[in-house]
Every structure is written in structure tokens, then in C-alpha cells.
């Protein structure tokens, strides 16, 4: 853990360096008084569904899939008559 002073400029700014740079921070204010900046990652509300379960644990689970089953050549047309066979009425 590494610990420096930093002051609080006239407009109410603190300069965190560079590596922080472009970054996005929360800033917690605690109620004795305290403050706390984490990195912080933001979603798209759009996305967000992919964090949520159940669909975390199905994406997880078809990466799983993906990593023991190497992509292999496949055939348009036994695709498309494998497809129609299900799309058709019974």
C-alpha cells in the first residue's frame, strides 16, 4: 500500500497522476468524514443484462463450450435444410 499527501487546489481539485488519466473514479464520502476514490468500470444500460443472472451463468457456460470445441469448416446447405427441417409446421 503506498500513501501520499495531496492538497486540494483553490477550485476544489486534486491532481491524481497520470495513471488515473482518462479513468473513471467513484468517490465515496463516508459519514466520519472520509473520502475514498476507486476505479471504477461503467456499463451501458443496454449491456447490463449480460451481468445479470441468469445470463452471466449461460454466457459463462458457453465460453466454456467454445473453449473445448474448436471452431470447424461447416456447410452452407446442410445448415440451411437442417434449419428448414425445424422451421417447417407439423
Wanted: glycine share 8%; aromatic share 4%; charged share 30%.
Amino acid at each position: 500500500m503506498r500513501v501520499e499527501l495531496k492538497q486540494v487546489g483553490k477550485s476544489g481539485q486534486v491532481s491524481v497522476g497520470k495513471r488515473y488519466a482518462g479513468k473513471i473514479l467513484r468517490l465515496e464520502h463516508r459519514a466520519d468524514g472520509t473520502i475514498v476514490l476507486m476505479p471504477a468500470a461503467v456499463v451501458p444500460e443496454s449491456q447490463l443484462w449480460t451481468l445479470q443472472e441468469p445470463h452471466r451463468s449461460r454466457i459463462a457456460r458457453a465460453l466454456e463450450w467454445a473453449a473445448k470445441h474448436p471452431p470447424r469448416k461447416s456447410s452452407m446447405r446442410v445448415l440451411l435444410a437442417k434449419a428448414g427441417k425445424r422451421g417447417r409446421p407439423k
